[in-house]
């Protein structure tokens, strides 16, 4: 009885051993969200769902440079309807994510955005909640 078991068990441990892992394809939208995601922002969004949305951006084209992340979370920062302190920028993953209040106005922002760094393509990802 014991050496099935063993042998059970050691065949279990091959099988898990041999699954593939779950990574991250760096493609999709939920790994732009995820590379940008903020816990609190999270949290401050669901309490207020009607105030608040999580806004992600995956930049398409342009220069994500460390200087360049500097300038864009500057910009962000000092926007109407952001909140600076939610505004988080992945180089690796190329996206943008901060916590915007609805009661302003999201494509005026993001148009603003475009006009201000010409160098970059935005895009917004959308989620379903």
């Known amino acids: 009885m014991p050496l099935n ?5 050691v065949m279990i441990a091959v099988l898990v051993g ?5 990574n991250a394809c760096g ?14 922002a999270m949290e ?4 207020q769902p009607t105030r ?3 806004v992600v951006l995956k930049v398409t084209h342009g220069p994500l440079t460390p200087t360049n992340i500097t300038k ?3 910009w962000l920062s000092n926007q109407q309807g ?12 190329r996206s943008i ?6 009661q302003s106005q999201l494509q005026p922002l993001l148009d603003n955005l475009q006009k201000s760094f010409t160098d970059f393509t935005f895009l917004k990802r959308d989620y379903e909640t």
């Open 52 to 54: 608040y949305e999580f």
């Open 82 to 93: 952001i909140v600076a302190s939610t505004v988080n920028i992945s180089q690796q993953q």
């Open 72 to 74: 864009v979370r500057r």
């Open 97 to 102: 994510g901060f916590l915007f209040e609805k």
């Open 27 to 40: 493609i999709c939208k939920e790994d732009d969200r995820a590379a940008v995601y903020s816990q609190a």
């Open 18 to 22: 041999a699954m593939p892992s779950a």
């Open 44 to 47: 401050q969004s669901q309490a």
């Open 5 to 9: 078991r063993l042998a059970f068990t």
